[in-house]
């Protein structure tokens, strides 16, 4: 079935450091790869994605990755600041509801000062 | 533009009693999500809409959960009877069809004694 495997489940991690979260996929025709933060309290919000048609987006200070023949892509978060921590979670479109995003289990980021 | 709209934004209710939450998506978009989030279960994906037609409703827990979308601006959620391990945050998100973006609502905290 469709499954969307996220790693690690915590980390923590000192300011200015950098942070590296790692999701594999299991459908192959999953096309669309989005990552999202979610606050304490708070909604999740769409930071970075990226389309099947690219290897490597840049925004600032995140970036994603992917690997489609791996079927794995991956957050990158560098000069991290305590406003970073947060929950994130990886997601991909199912190939059956191409609409629809499967959501990986989130991971809990923590920045000390 | 005032993005997802959901009310309420807290609701305690006692075992056994209906719930109704509401959503209002973001004007123009085509499609309508509704997720469930615990710790436990992480976000679950309830139900989805395209044009106001449920496309995939795999994810109701149960016959306790219903989902309308009467219009393109308005979707219930309905728990009828509520039950306490039913207690979670209710998301709707909605999307443009063709770009995959979700934006959720600030989500409701329910609470079933």
């Known amino acids: 079935g469709e499954n969307v495997e996220q790693h690690p489940s915590t980390l923590s991690v000192q300011e200015g450091d950098s942070a590296v979260i790692k999701c594999t996929y299991s459908?192959?025709?999953?096309?669309?790869f989005p990552w999202y933060k979610q606050e304490l309290g708070k909604r999740p919000q769409l930071i970075i994605d990226?389309?099947?048609?690219?290897g490597e987006k840049k925004d600032q200070r995140i970036a994603v990755t992917l690997n489609k023949t791996a079927k794995h892509f991956s957050l990158h978060i560098t000069e991290t600041q305590p406003e970073d921590s947060a929950v994130y979670f990886c997601?991909?479109?199912?190939?059956?509801?191409?609409?629809?995003?499967?959501f990986g289990t989130g991971t809990r980021l923590q920045v000390f000062p | 533009d005032a993005g997802v709209i959901q009310s309420p934004r807290h609701e305690v209710t006692e075992m056994g009693q209906e719930v109704t939450l509401r959503c209002k998506p973001i004007?123009?978009?085509?499609?309508l999500f509704w997720y469930r989030q615990t710790m436990m279960r992480g976000l679950e994906l309830l139900i989805y809409f395209n044009n106001n037609v449920p496309i995939d409703d795999s994810g109701m827990p149960e016959d306790r959960f219903s989902a309308k979308m009467p219009n393109a601006s308005f979707s219930t959620l309905k728990i009828q009877p509520s039950e306490p391990r039913d207690s979670a945050v209710y998301f709707c998100?909605?999307?443009?069809?063709?770009?995959?973006?979700?934006?959720f609502g600030p989500g409701t905290r329910l609470t079933v004694t």
């Open positions: 990226i389309r099947s048609n690219v």
């Open positions: 997601a991909a479109t199912s190939s059956y509801n191409t609409d629809k995003l499967i």
């Open positions: 459908d192959s025709a999953s096309n669309y």
């Open positions: 998100a909605s999307s443009l069809a063709g770009s995959y973006e979700q934006y």
């Open positions: 004007s123009g978009h085509d499609y």
